[in-house]
């Protein structure tokens, strides 16, 4: 009897042995185990995420800008004339389905205009002021085989400063400046290419949306002051933008996706070199 258990033992031992230096059948006996893959998940990540967006109708996000260099164009009597400072700005705005987005802008900025005109080096400084502007998002096309989605952006800004300091030739002449002007209008344009991408972390799970495109603005910058001591008009003359064409980089971040809130960086190079940092809620 226990040699019959010792010969069986050892047939089922070779035979074991020997399947393991065999083909395997694939490690799992069910060909539906398990019920969701990679992809899979996150095509229902992304449905589920547009759907939810679809019925969230108002927004609202705060932005900080930060514009180091941006160049004007003037007339034959100034030259060099550039814009830079800081903008901010609380947006509001009404999602139609994900396809129209309008919303209204209403912030301050901290800006100066510098230029160079009768010889001399001209620079202005504006006081914190009120910035209204407003604008419209639609989205054009979506590929589906590939999920880059094209984006129409359009948007209005006035901004209507005072004075603060007005400097000639490197002297403060703020005290005999007179009939001051400081403002800006600015039309925008952007054409932009989004891919969202989704990150599996299990209850964390997160996307971003990284995007690019081309901008086109078109500014009328009226800054001027005359100088009483020497009677002399400090303008720049309604400039607008040397460099009206630019390119767009930038990327949305959601932390999870039960957040109702997101995470945004742009930069904006050729037209301008401008860094934004913005955050948005959804309700």
């Not at 990679?38 to 930060?66: P, Q, W």
């Not at 129209?100 to 230029?115: F, M």
């Not at 407003?134 to 054009?140: D, E, N, P, S």
Request: charged residues 20%; aromatic residues 12%.
């Amino acid at each position: 009897m226990r040699k019959n258990i010792f010969i069986i033992t050892i047939i089922l031992s070779l035979f074991f042995t020997g399947t393991s230096f065999a083909l395997t059948v694939g490690g799992q006996a069910e060909m539906s185990v398990p019920e969701a893959s990679f992809f899979s998940k996150e095509k229902a990540v992304e449905d589920t995420l547009d759907s939810y967006e679809s019925e969230v109708k108002m927004k609202t996000g705060f932005d900080v800008e930060f514009i180091f260099k941006k160049r004007l164009a003037t007339s034959s009597e100034d030259t060099k004339a550039k814009l830079e400072g800081q903008n901010m700005n609380l947006k509001f705005s009404m999602n139609y389905s994900n396809v129209l987005e309008p919303y209204v802008k209403i912030g301050t900025s901290n800006l100066r205009v510098k230029w160079e005109q009768n010889g001399n080096n001209v620079i202005v400084d504006a006081k914190p002021g009120l910035v209204l502007g407003g604008g419209i998002k639609a989205k054009l096309w979506q590929f589906p085989a590939t999920g880059i989605k094209l984006t129409l952006d359009g948007q209005y800004k006035d901004t209507q400063l005072d004075f603060d300091t007005a400097k000639v030739g490197g002297s403060t002449s703020t005290a005999s400046a007179t009939s001051e002007t400081f403002d800006i209008k600015e039309w925008q344009i952007s054409l932009l290419a989004s891919k969202k991408f989704i990150f599996p972390m299990g209850m964390q799970d997160c996307y971003t949306v990284p995007y690019m495109g081309l901008t086109y603005s078109d500014s009328d910058v009226n800054v001027h002051f005359t100088q009483s001591t020497t009677g002399l008009l400090y303008s720049t003359y309604n400039a607008g933008d040397k460099d009206p064409i630019g390119l767009v980089f930038g990327c949305d971040i959601i932390p999870s996706l039960s957040s109702w809130y997101l995470y945004s960086f742009e930069l904006r190079l050729i037209n301008e070199i401008a860094f934004t940092l913005s955050g948005t809620m959804k309700f």
